[in-house]
């Protein structure tokens, strides 16, 4: 006789979540790094407030690493 052995759900709801949780976080990353490039970008922007620009571009960039982990 055969025994059909069923998957763990909880298992795989921990796999889905912790799968789920890694594409939000690169999809953060990506958001934040793609609004520092425009920000670096926007001569405007840079010639009337250079220090704010770089302390803003460090701050979404320091924070996105954060979120990988």
């Not at 001569?43 to 009337?48: G, I, P, T």
């Not at 460090?58 to 924070?63: A, V």
Request: proline letters at 4%; zero cysteines.
């Amino acid at each position: 006789m055969n025994v059909i052995k069923f998957p763990n759900p909880q298992q795989q709801q921990v796999e889905h979540s912790q799968l789920n949780h890694e594409i939000k976080n690169i999809a953060v990353r990506d958001f934040a790094l793609k609004i520092a490039t425009q920000l670096r970008n926007d001569d405007e922007l840079n010639s009337r407030a250079p220090y704010l620009v770089d302390k803003v571009i460090m701050l979404l960039i320091k924070e996105s690493r954060g979120v990988e982990s």
